[in-house]
């Protein structure tokens, strides 16, 4: 198990851009996938971001393909996410998550541990 802080969110202009940090506690953080998914108001938590436990592998929302990577450093614990030409589509509650098997997979059902959430606005 990992505990999961996000880190990084906040108000942006459309066009600006955001890098949101997870940091992760436990000794195990390196063996896990991660993965970002959103929230926004009356809409279910969706997919954004993945990437495997050792980073050689990334996957992406077909709606951030190209704006957004994700990325980690297991000697931080942390996993990032850098959104840039941020649109006001993309305003949500960001969550992190850890999936222990590994994969970093697109269903959040597939995900054991999960962060509080932060908030990112873009203003049009």
């Known amino acids: 198990q990992v505990q999961l802080v996000e880190s990084g969110g906040g108000l942006v202009q459309a066009g600006g851009s955001l890098r949101l940090s997870c940091a992760a506690s436990g000794r195990t953080f390196s063996s896990y996938g991660m993965g970002w998914f959103r929230q926004a108001p009356g809409k279910e938590r969706e997919f954004v971001a993945s990437?495997?436990?050792?980073?050689?592998?990334?996957y992406y929302a077909d709606s951030v393909k190209g704006r957004f990577t994700i990325s980690r450093d297991n000697a931080k614990n942390t996993v990032y996410l850098q959104m840039n030409s941020l649109k006001p589509e993309d305003t949500a509650v960001y969550y992190c998550?850890?999936?222990?098997?590994?994969?970093?997979?697109?269903?959040?059902?597939?995900?054991?541990?999960w962060g509080q959430g932060t908030q990112v606005t873009v203003s049009s």
């Open positions: 990437i495997t436990w050792s980073g050689g592998n990334t």
């Open positions: 998550a850890g999936d222990a098997s590994g994969w970093g997979q697109k269903s959040r059902s597939e995900y054991d541990d």
